[in-house]
């Protein structure tokens, strides 16, 4: 099992900048895959942005050209880079990381953080 903790979360205004940060317990699952994704009140939880382990990135459409996703050598460690942050990017950030076990990829996701950006 591993074990996520995201930080970096806060409040800043619009306009602004943040940079969240996930760290994975372990180097030993060999991710295949690490991503964002976030939950507004009254929203779905929607993906934000990930990565896999060739280094492919995805992002929602929202946050093109104003997110960065990045990853460490071992993606232990999964970073969001936010610019020109907008008051709709508030939401809870919840990092996940997947890697295979057996016959099944498993999902795991920390506890998540605060992003509140005001205008």
């Known amino acids: 099992q591993v074990q996520l903790v995201e930080s970096g979360g806060g409040l800043v205004q619009s306009g602004g900048s943040l940079r969240l940060s996930c760290a994975a317990s372990?180097?030993?699952?060999?991710?295949?895959?690490r991503g964002w994704y976030r939950q507004a009140p009254g929203k779905e939880r929607e993906l934000v942005a990930s990565i896999t382990n060739d280094g492919s990135t995805n992002y929602a459409d929202s946050v093109k050209g104003r997110f960065t996703i990045s990853s460490d050598n071992g993606m232990n460690l999964v970073y969001l880079q936010m610019n020109s942050l907008k008051p709709e990017d508030t939401a809870v950030y919840y990092c996940?990381?997947?890697?295979?076990?057996?016959?099944?990829?498993?999902?795991?996701w920390g506890q998540g953080t605060q992003v509140t950006v005001s205008s």
């Open positions: 372990g180097s030993i699952f060999s991710f295949n895959a």
């Open positions: 996940h990381a997947d890697y295979r076990r057996l016959l099944r990829t498993v999902r795991s």
